[in-house]
């Protein structure tokens, strides 16, 4: 079974929600048959690759929020993340375009497999919410690859070019085709979609039906006949 998984680095409910998810998959019976896979989403494509502000600073331009409001809502944020374990500094956070870490994600995937992304993804998330370093500084990024086992110098030469730019593009126009209007975004096998940073409750009951819709029809064979057909009618009679 696959998850497919629209999310921003720069997304505070991002994070929030892999780790519902993450509650949920650790509990799901069949977690070792699921393949996750993480998609590429901005929700500023314009944010220039280092902004000299705060978040706050940079919400209230972007959205016209007033500081006083922003405070308590990035307040009730980190009160969310922390219920899940995360320790979010909003004071500490550099605000930075998210291209090219969503570029290394990728290429962690390509060199060393899902798990090896999915590491970069959970470094990258802790680095701007939590560490508060810039998650759009080359350094940052080789050092993040090279915890997952990408070669610091293949990370530079990746961000040197155009390696993956292509593949980040694809994965936002995918969503909008797939009407993703915010992130996360959450599509179980191409068929169940999940707005939001849900509760572990509902991540839960989506894999259990979609894995239950997935499966093929399993019949039993008797111990003594070894014949998985008995006594039954068809269409040529009984």
Request: aromatic share 8%.
């Amino acid at each position: 079974m696959k998850v497919e998984i629209w999310s921003d680095i720069a997304c505070p409910w991002c994070y929030i929600g892999k780790r519902r998810f993450e509650a949920a998959l650790a509990g799901f019976e069949h977690r070792d048959d699921v393949e996750v896979s993480w998609r590429s989403y901005q929700l500023d494509p314009s944010l220039p690759e280092h902004y000299d502000g705060t978040e706050v600073q940079y919400l209230s331009e972007r959205k016209g929020i007033e500081p006083v409001q922003l405070a308590g809502m990035l307040e009730q944020v980190t009160a969310q993340a922390a219920g899940v374990g995360l320790n979010y500094d909003f004071d500490s956070l550099v605000v930075a375009n998210s291209f090219s870490a969503h570029r290394l994600i990728h290429l962690a995937r390509t060199e060393a497999g899902p798990a090896a992304a999915d590491a970069v993804k959970e470094a990258l998330l802790s680095a701007h919410f939590e560490q508060g370093r810039d998650i759009g500084s080359p350094e940052v990024l080789a050092e993040i690859g090279a915890r997952a086992g990408v070669a610091p110098a293949r990370v530079q030469a990746m961000l040197a070019g155009g390696e993956f730019t292509e593949e980040v593009n694809a994965d936002i126009a995918e969503a909008g085709q797939l009407g993703v209007s915010g992130v996360p975004f959450f599509v179980i096998d191409r068929k169940y979609g999940i707005s939001g940073a849900q509760p572990p409750e509902l991540f839960t009951q989506a894999l259990e039906t979609a894995w239950e819709e997935s499966r093929p029809l399993q019949m039993v064979t008797p111990p003594a006949s070894g014949s998985a057909d008995g006594p039954a009618c068809g269409p040529d009679g009984c």
